[in-house]
């Protein structure tokens, strides 16, 4: 079973506007941590924000922010204010446990944003 | 700001070549990983590492694999004899006792051919 699922392969926004990524996850572990990272066309992995299982208020960073609604195991991505910049592929991803745990993430196969102008 | 390095960007390999990726994860971080992306996929992770020892793998990394961290500092993937479906993108990632970010390098292209 997938453990994280992003069904939005792609989709379009326009500049300024606000869009939200979708994630669902499944664990039975109470301790986990969703993580969203964005990969540009140059390939590499930035590291955009963290939600942990016991946190009380949904993640915030600059204009991303995570939709963390543990009951319905959805953790989705909201970028305010859309700009060109933006526009990359963006990975939903989940680490399970805590301690002397291994820390791997398993990824979702990802959503392609498109930012017109 | 600190960050993961790797080297090389880019290599280009010959089937049955032994190929070694290069990492040097941010200094104060304990938790090391290998995650590699088939062009067009999803990343999958391959590896951890923690306390000089593995602490984790995925059925991909079978015993072409390995992995050391040799001076404190480095720490590299090793695969013995490389396969056409090794072509990928390989990520070195780290992480900090906070647990609550992993942070990537930039990858190296692996090219078998």
């Known amino acids: 079973a997938q453990k994280i699922t992003q069904t939005q392969p792609g989709m379009f926004v326009q500049e300024k506007e606000a869009v939200t990524l979708d994630c669902t996850y499944d664990?039975?572990?109470?301790?986990?941590?969703l993580f969203w990272y964005k990969q540009p066309s140059s390939g590499e992995m930035i590291f955009l924000i963290y939600q942990g299982s016991y946190d009380q208020q949904n993640a915030t960073e600059g204009r991303y922010s995570l939709n963390f609604q543990k009951a319905r195991k959805s953790a989705n991505l909201v970028i305010s204010a859309s700009q060109l910049g933006d526009s990359a592929m963006y990975f939903c991803?989940?680490?399970?446990?805590?301690?002397?745990?291994?820390?791997?993430?398993?990824f979702g196969q990802g959503t392609e944003l498109s930012v017109k102008p | 700001e600190p960050e993961v390095t790797q080297t090389p960007s880019h290599q280009v390999t010959q089937m049955g070549q032994e190929v070694i990726l290069r990492c040097v994860p941010i200094?104060?971080?304990?938790?090391f990983y290998w995650y590699r992306q088939i062009l067009g996929q999803k990343v999958e992770f391959l590896v951890s590492?923690?306390?000089?020892?593995?602490?984790?793998k995925s059925e991909i990394f079978d015993d072409q694999f390995s992995v050391e961290r040799p001076d404190g500092s480095n720490f590299t993937l090793k695969i013995r004899s490389t396969k056409l479906e090794d072509s990928a993108m390989y990520f070195c990632a780290s992480m900090g006792q906070g647990w609550n970010e992993q942070f990537f390098g930039p990858g190296t292209r692996l090219t078998v051919l």
């Open positions: 991803a989940m680490r399970e446990g805590r301690g002397n745990q291994g820390g791997k993430l398993i």
């Open positions: 590492f923690y306390n000089n020892e593995i602490s984790e």
């Open positions: 200094s104060n971080h304990l938790y």
């Open positions: 664990t039975s572990d109470p301790s986990y941590g």
